[in-house]
């Protein structure tokens, strides 16, 4: 079956740490990907998302997120957190030929301290 | 104002007892989804539909009924024979961007349902 894993669950930084966090999907076709982040109390955003084209994407607040086909990976970046980026954080993936169905990793919750 | 709404915001419910989500959209979008969120878990998909008077079953629909009666409104109803009713339910509708012909979910700010 199809899968997202997200190898890290919770991550611990200092403010202005750089931040690399892990996606990895199992399936051999096309897909398209996300990062969705949900802030304390808040609804789930869309933080970036790739369809095709320049495997590097930018999203909102300075994230940016890499596409590499032969890894099977979509690690999100940012590289320098502030303590507001605090939050819950979801990789996702779209198959090709199927309907829009959103396949989720478990999260990953990030905590920055001051 | 735009957007996905969702109510309530806190649900309880006995045990034995029907509830019913409400999930409304002014987007104009065609599709929407139902997604359940346990701790650890990420998000599973419960119902979608596509378009009006069409909905098709997810990952986890047991115990789950859901309509689709107008473009902007899902209603989902969690039956007594959900046996762990007790999560966080949230709604999507998605869009197609029009330069990749792509859909893009976006999301309510959820029920938290709990079994009494």
Known sequence: AQSVSQHNHHVILSEAASLELG??????????????????????????KYFSGDPLVKGIKGFEAEFIKS?????????SVQWSDTAEYFCAVILSGGYNKLIFGAGTRLAVHP | DGGITQSPKYLF?????????????NLNHDAMYWYRQDPGQGLRLIYYSQIVNDFQKGDIAEGYSVSREKKESFPLTVTSAQKNPT??????????????????????????????
Request: charged letters at 15%.
């Open chain 1, 71 to 79: 890894k099977f990976s979509f690690n999100l970046r940012k590289p």
């Open chain 2, 87 to 116: 999560a966080f339910y949230l709604c999507a509708s998605s869009t197609e961007d029009r330069a990749t012909y792509q859909e893009t979910q976006y999301f309510g700010p959820g029920t938290r349902l709990l079994v009494l």
């Open chain 2, 13 to 25: 419910r006995k045990e034995g007892q029907n509830v019913t989500l409400s999930c409304e959209q």
């Open chain 1, 23 to 48: 996606c990895n999907y199992s399936y051999g076709g096309t897909v398209n990907l996300f990062w969705y982040v949900q802030y304390p109390g808040q609804h789930l955003q869309l933080l970036l």
